[in-house]
């Protein structure tokens, strides 16, 4: 079983960048696609983008395109995401999650990290 | 991209049967089966409790179940009981090859 570990919580000023870590333990996921996903305080979960395991492609959702970039380091495990552009709306809890591929659903979901943007 | 639909908040006595639609376009819910639903419970991170449209991980108990008319997803819950109070998230895969999650219903136990 894969267990993600995130990165500790962030504050940042609105129009500096952030990037966040998710490394695997338990398990390597160098087979898994990695999605992230973020949840504002108080509202529903949103999808940002995924990195496939094949080829470390990637996909954006159309609302953070040019603003959300996200790589994998297979030597170490670990899996960033990272989002220019800050705004105080970016505020949310970020969380890395682990596909097997092609079973279309969010298998593991790392604890979350908590990107607090304010001036 | 217009998130799904879900009723924001479902409720149901001990025991009960509830059913959360999700409403969707035939570009996601109504294009494919690969419609999942997760649970959440407060300061948690979600969990998947249907895969598929219907299908259930390991672990998952029987109470929940899922199906599929169209455009439109369902969760039904039999026999309520107090830890499944939660809120509740369906996301669907959309031909795009992105992911499109609904607002979430908050399931209430009474």
């Known amino acids: 079983q894969v267990q993600l570990v995130q990165s500790g919580a962030e504050v940042r000023k609105p129009g500096a960048s952030v990037k966040v870590s998710c490394k695997a333990s338990?398990?390597?996921?160098?087979?898994?696609?990695i999605h992230w996903v973020r949840q504002a305080p108080g509202q529903g979960l949103e999808w940002l983008g995924i990195?496939?395991?094949?080829?470390?492609?990637?996909l954006y959702a159309q609302n953070f395109q040019g603003r959300v970039t996200v790589t994998r380091d297979a030597s170490t495990n670990t899996a960033y995401m990272e989002l220019t552009s800050l705004r105080s709306d970016d505020t949310a809890a970020y969380y890395c999650?682990?596909?097997?591929?092609?079973?279309?659903?969010?298998?593991?979901w790392g604890l979350g990290t908590l990107v607090t943007v304010s001036s | 991209q217009s998130a799904l639909t879900q009723p924001a908040s479902v409720s149901g006595s001990p025991g009960q049967s509830i059913t959360i639609s999700c409403a969707g376009t035939r570009y996601d819910i109504g294009g494919h089966q690969h419609v999942s639903w997760y649970q959440q419970h407060p300061g948690k991170a979600p969990k998947v409790i249907i895969f598929d449209v219907s299908n259930r991980p390991s672990g998952v108990s029987n109470r929940f179940s899922g199906s599929k008319s169209g455009n439109t997803a369902s969760l039904t819950i039999s026999g309520l009981q107090p830890e499944d109070e939660a809120d509740y998230y369906c996301c669907s895969y959309r031909t795009s090859g992105a992911y499109l999650f609904a607002s979430g219903t908050r399931v209430t136990v009474l």
């Open positions: 990195i496939r395991a094949s080829d470390s492609s990637t």
């Open positions: 999650v682990t596909e097997v591929p092609d079973t279309y659903y969010f298998e593991y």
């Open positions: 338990g398990d390597t996921f160098t087979n898994k696609h």
